[in-house]
């Protein structure tokens, strides 16, 4: 009798559901709250993970610890990040895999003023050109280089303080973020020009759902009720636009960091429009095998990885 009680409350803890274990997942987030995540934080607030008996923590990369040195340390259960990052994680042997390729688009640009000398591609040629260094100059420089177009690089800090005043010909910019604030600095959209990279054979796509190796191997349903849950997040966040704000004002104040309702509105309704379907009207998130080993090609191109990791080690099939 007394052999049969331990092996018997050793079944019954094995088979009991994930909350009643009080297993607490932790979400890594690349950058500090913004309405880029606002489907994680609108799912968690809205109890959609609890539904799904997860608990969800959301932590978050720093100016002084990147989620990249958090990856590295495995001391996490799900992360976001863009696809170009992954694939350079994955290379160097960090175990995380996609789950969902949530934002199959660029937002990356480049912005020009109209009427310059810089209104077309074939007019860099021999301008000086603002660009962030990392995964960020990998588009524009191999954009340059396929063109055969040569301008003088300089390298900024995700400011655009120097094409304000006029220091710069061509500036990068993300879509949702800093052209905004070259708009809200008193731009005009009709006297700039802007160079997608979606639009320009620079595609890449960017933030996707990833997950710790040994989880997906372990707990798949929890894997796959964690998709469901922040899909639904995001979709209902994009309808409730003013609850949103609240919750991104509220997380921006538990971060410490600034918050614009007209700044988080403008990049809220970008990723409506980045990771919605016009066809389908959904959020579709399947990575295509073309689209992986275009991204691995170029971060190959530039040396940023020494080879491709198998597409098919790369994803989690849900």
Known sequence: ??????????????????????????LLLHWYPQAQFAGYYYAREKGYYQEEDLNIDIIHGTVSIPSTRI???????????????????????????????????????????????????????GKKIGIWSGDFELQPLSLLKRNNIDMQVITINNSINLF??????????????????????????????????????MNFPEDGIYVHEKLAWNRPRVCEKFVKASIRGWMDAFQ????????????????????????QRWMLNCFREL???PRSGEIETKLTPQSYNFVGSVL????????????EKFIVPL
Request: net charge negative.
């Open 240 to 263: 409730d636009v003013e609850g949103t704000l609240n919750i991104l004002e509220k997380a921006c104040a538990e971060a410490g960091v600034p918050f614009s309702r007209a700044h």
């Open 300 to 311: 190959l191109e530039r040396d940023f990885i020494q080879s491709i990791p198998p597409y």
């Open 71 to 125: 990856l590295k340390t495995g001391d996490f259960d799900f992360a976001i990040l863009w696809l170009s990052t992954a694939v350079q994680l994955r290379a160097e042997k960090v175990p995380i895999q996609l789950l969902a390729q949530t934002n199959q688009n660029s937002a990356l640009l480049l912005v020009s003023h109209k009427g310059k000398g810089v209104d077309r591609l074939e007019d860099f040629q």
């Open 164 to 201: 304000l005043k006029g220091g710069l010909d061509v500036c990068t910019a993300m879509w949702y973020n800093e052209y905004h604030e070259m708009l809200s600095a008193g731009l005009r959209e009709e006297d700039l020009n802007i160079f997608r990279m979606s639009e320009y054979g």
């Open 275 to 277: 990771l919605i379907h």
């Open 1 to 26: 009798m007394k052999r049969i009680l331990p092996l018997f409350l050793l079944i019954l803890i094995t088979a009991l559901p994930v909350n009643s274990q009080n297993k607490t997942y932790r």
